[in-house]
């Protein structure tokens, strides 16, 4: 029996270019969307701990805490960002050959460029994050953002607990009690006999 075999069909998909080089990003554009992202880190952290504080510990919100937990944060962002830069910079270094082969000088430049570039980005970032922890006013508006965030979140729970909580009266308040209702009554009766001019002796 013969079999058929189906000729395959070449299609042409034309001749291959290289896309054009496109040139990197500023540095300072990318320093910019890293502060944002860092930001968004520092207020999630924020949040997180209002949350806590309020439901678990029941403790009031204490702004000039969030703001040093906003620094801390900030300035932990900082020391990652440098002992970035510092590890891209022992690799290059430790790294580079003394003598490369002619045909792949460029390239080594290249690399090397690349390199350089990176750690600046790093330091960069670093010297960014560190700015800002230092900064009061960029440090009360993450505390602010943060307190806005975290009561969207737990407004509703917060409110439903406020509204099923029975309040307890304290032993003090238990004990004065007849004391103060007897000082409202003898109130209430003095008004009442000067309204109707009689003499309480």
């Known amino acids: 029996m013969r079999i058929f075999r189906r000729r395959k069909k070449w299609v042409r998909l034309g001749t291959y270019e290289a896309p054009e080089p496109v040139e990197p990003p500023a540095v300072e554009s990318i320093v910019e969307d890293g502060v944002l992202i860092g930001d968004s880190v520092v207020r999630m952290a924020l949040r997180n701990r209002v949350i806590v504080n309020a439901l678990r510990d029941r403790a009031d ?18 020391d990652q960002e440098w002992e970035s830069a510092q590890r891209i ?20 430049d290249e690399h090397r460029r690349e390199s350089e570039r990176r750690e600046s980005v790093h330091v960069a970032m670093s010297r960014a994050f560190a700015a800002r922890a230092e900064q009061r006013d960029i440090l009360e508006s993450l505390v602010e953002r943060s307190r806005r965030e ?18 307890v009266p304290d032993e ?18 003095s008004a009442l006999a000067a309204e109707r001019g009689v003499v309480l002796d």
């Open 89 to 108: 910079r022992f690799r290059r270094e430790s790294t580079r050959p003394d003598d490369p082969f002619p045909e792949e000088a460029d390239e080594v």
């Open 61 to 78: 919100l204490d702004r000039d805490e969030l703001a040093r937990a906003a620094a801390a944060e900030l300035e932990a962002l900082a």
């Open 150 to 167: 975290a009561w969207d979140e737990i407004a509703e729970v917060i409110v439903d607990r406020a509204a099923h909580e029975e309040t």
């Open 172 to 189: 003090e308040y238990v004990s004065l009690r007849t004391e103060r209702i007897g000082a409202l009554l003898a109130l209430d009766l």
